[in-house]
């Protein structure tokens, strides 16, 4: 990287207001002042081309920094409010960290449309109405099932994007009697965040599976690279599409993300989507949140395990009985890890590494 051709790269502070971020983040976009970076990162410059960086771990627990352009994520902004049919001085509303693409997206959007998002992020009293926020499923989950002020919030806004995290046709379903409009986002940081709604790839976005169902995705909205590990992102670039570590498939013209590439396991041998394991058991067991994660055995090779947050009991033998017939005998799960919370990266996914470690304390 020449030197000639860098640019001094800022850590936002957490101790900024909106409006102060706004205004640090519309230089950084204009390139009228320093990038700025969301996230923990040691890089103190940049090449020029990239305004905004935010370290990601991803669901592989692989600590990354993203370098995106001001125009892959004005692109992104102006993609989503194309969908949405967002008109100048619509307003969002700020439900998610800054630390996330997805928080920072609504500070972007509202650039475009020239209001200031309403900080909702520790907000005391009745939230206001708004136009648009953006959420994840654990938020709509919790909204539902108890958080009357966040219901009132979601059901009064024209649209909710919600994304992070894969959202289960029973919740989605939940939010739709009670009159919230959902639209379901899929995309990640490398993307500037949700690129498909509704299965649909917004505008300037291509998307396509490889043929071992690999989503690929191609476009404006793509990031410049892993600023630090540069061989890695070109990697994932092949002839222009960005390889994620999702599978999933294209029925009529849709995308159906089934899960990550690296979600199995090998039990018994036998493939068993860890995905596939949590999809089944959070709709026949509603109350409780699951994560399926592998454990290394000897007799096994991959051991199947379960992770329970949930303030109901859960008979083990029921649920050891369901995923064997759902399964098979390698879908029987050979232990259970009972938690408070199940712990995440980022938002809304489940730090899947973490459990192996709390399991392995556990066991000591």
């Known amino acids: 990287m020449e030197q000639n051709a860098q640019r001094e790269l800022r850590a936002a502070n957490p101790d900024w207001t909106v409006s102060e971020l706004m205004a640090h983040l519309a230089k950084a976009l204009a390139s009228d002042g320093p990038a700025l970076s969301f996230g923990a990162t040691s890089i103190t410059h940049v090449s020029e081309p990239i305004s905004v960086v935010v370290a990601t771990t991803g669901s592989s627990g692989v600590s990354k920094s993203v370098g995106l352009s001001a125009s892959s994520l004005i692109a992104s902004a102006r993609a989503s409010h194309k969908f949405l049919v967002a008109e100048s001085g619509n307003s969002w509303s700020l439900l998610l960290p800054l630390t996330h693409i997805a928080g920072i997206n609504v500070l972007i959007r509202s650039l475009e449309l020239g209001t200031e998002p309403i900080d909702l992020r520790n907000f005391k009293g009745e939230y206001p109405r708004v136009d648009f926020t953006a959420i994840v499923p654990t938020q709509l989950f919790r909204a539902i099932n108890g958080d009357e002020r966040l219901l009132r919030h979601l059901k009064d806004a024209k649209t909710v994007l919600v994304g992070g995290a894969q959202l289960t046709p029973e919740l989605h379903q939940q939010a739709k009697n009670l009159g919230i409009n959902i639209v379901t986002t899929y995309g990640m940081t490398e993307t500037s965040g949700g690129c498909v709604y509704n299965g649909i790839p917004l505008d300037g976005v291509e998307i396509m599976t490889t043929p071992e169902k690999v989503i690929a995705i191609k476009g404006s909205v793509v990031a410049k690279t892993y600023l630090g590990a540069e061989s890695l992102w070109e990697s994932k670039i092949i002839d222009g ?47 409780q949140s699951f994560a399926a994660f592998a454990v ?69």
Do not use: C
Not at 256 to 273: A, F, T, Y
């Open 241 to 287: 599409w960005f390889l994620t570590s999702d599978i999933g498939r294209l029925e009529n013209g849709k995308l159906l993300v089934e899960g990550r590439n690296d979600d199995i396991l090998i039990s018994g041998g036998e493939n068993i989507s860890l995905s596939a394991i949590e999809i089944v058991l959070q709709k026949e067991f509603p109350g």
């Open 296 to 364: 290394k055995d000897s007799q096994w090779g991959d051991a199947l395990h379960i992770a329970v947050s949930g303030e109901e009991s859960l008979n083990e033998e029921e649920v050891n009985n369901f995923l064997a017939g759902q399964f098979g005998a390698a879908g029987k799960p050979k232990g259970y890890l009972f938690l408070p919370e199940l712990p995440l990266i980022g938002i809304g996914k489940v730090d899947r590494n973490q459990l192996v470690d709390l399991h392995m304390e556990a066991s000591n």
